[in-house]
């Protein structure tokens, strides 16, 4: 539980720092309001102010990107490389 609560405070601190920039979209998803925020704020119309809060907003989509990743999908091991039927369905 401690690890799901640590994601929402993460969660909620990217909200915030969304809504400081002017998204205050709730009902998308935070992936998409990221983006939608950095095509934005990437196009040059930013002031200095608005750029280190989205500095600070991509760091924490990015800690919350990498504890997703590492502590809630599941990992397995992948295939070894001399195994043809893994590497045929691998799509390369």
């Not at 989205?54 to 091991?77: G, K, N, P």
């Amino acid at each position: 539980m401690r690890i799901v609560k640590q994601a929402r405070r993460r969660a909620d601190g990217i909200r915030r720092l969304l809504r400081e920039l002017g998204d205050a979209d709730e009902h998308r998803a935070l992936g998409e309001r990221f983006h939608r925020t950095s095509e934005r704020l990437e196009s040059g119309s930013a002031d200095a102010a608005a750029k280190a809060k989205y500095a600070d907003l991509s760091l924490a989509v990015h800690h919350l990107r990498r504890q997703a990743f590492e502590r809630f999908y599941t990992q397995t091991e992948a295939p070894a490389a001399s195994d043809p039927a893994a590497v045929q369905g691998s799509g390369i």
